[in-house]
């Protein structure tokens, strides 16, 4: 079946230092991969995406490339924000194999700290 | 578009008692997914529908819990009787097949069962 994995959190940053928050996957199919992020009190919201292999989603700084040779698709910034803080989600669709549901990670928690 | 919409946004009743939580999915979307999500399991998928017509309603708990989406633009997510373990927020999520099934996420039910 498909999973996807992501690094434990929580992380901890200082502003404008560099993040990579590790997602890989297992999926019968070709996927398409996300990254969410969830707010304190609020929805997931989509952050990025990328549909097929070697594709780059990037979206306010974050980017990630879709590796299909290493089955990854980790997530980076540059130079994190305060307002960066948030629960990042991992997730899959593998809708060639017939299922139209997401498959998530657990969420890495990232704290930012002026 | 005005987005996901749910309602209520809290709710808090005691064990025992009927909840009924509302969804209502952005226009022209065929799927709607509901979610849970708790510090202890993380996000889980409960029921997805897809043209109104339950798929997969294998993470639904137990027989306490049922789902209708008698039409297009409305969805509920029903517990009877809610029991305490049942605390957690309740995300409804929107998608449209053709842009690689990439979810809308709702604002979500916070409920809590005393």
């Known amino acids: 079946g498909n999973s996807v994995t992501q690094m434990e959190g929580p992380v901890t940053l200082s502003e404008e230092a560099f993040l990579t928050i590790n997602c890989t996957y297992t999926?019968?199919?070709?996927?398409?991969l996300f990254w969410y992020v969830q707010y304190p009190g609020e929805g997931l919201q989509l952050l990025l995406k990328?549909?097929?292999?070697?594709d780059k989603g990037s979206n306010k700084g974050f980017e990630a490339t879709y590796r299909k040779e290493t089955t990854s698709f980790h997530l980076e910034k540059g130079s994190v924000q305060v307002s960066d803080s948030a629960v990042y989600f991992c997730?899959?669709?593998?809708?060639?194999?017939?299922?139209?549901?997401?498959?998530f990670g657990k969420g890495t928690k990232l704290s930012v700290i002026p | 578009d005005a987005g996901v919409i749910q309602s209520p946004r809290h709710e808090v009743t005691e064990m025992g008692q009927e909840v009924t939580l509302r969804c209502k999915p952005i226009?022209?979307?065929?799927?709607l997914f509901w979610y849970r999500q708790t510090m202890m399991r993380g996000l889980e998928l409960l029921i997805y529908?897809?043209?109104?017509?339950?798929?997969?309603d294998s993470g639904m708990p137990e027989d306490r819990f049922s789902a209708k989406m008698p039409n297009a633009s409305f969805s509920t997510l029903k517990i009877q009787p809610s029991e305490p373990r049942d605390s957690a927020v309740y995300f409804c999520?929107?998608?449209?097949?053709?842009?690689?099934?990439?979810?809308?996420f709702g604002p979500g039910t916070r409920l809590t069962v005393l």
């Open positions: 226009s022209g979307h065929d799927y």
């Open positions: 990328a549909t097929k292999a070697d």
């Open positions: 529908f897809n043209n109104n017509v339950p798929i997969d």
């Open positions: 999520a929107s998608s449209n097949r053709t842009k690689y099934n990439e979810q809308f």
């Open positions: 999926a019968t199919g070709y996927p398409s």
């Open positions: 997730a899959l669709s593998d809708s060639g194999a017939g299922s139209y549901q997401l498959t």
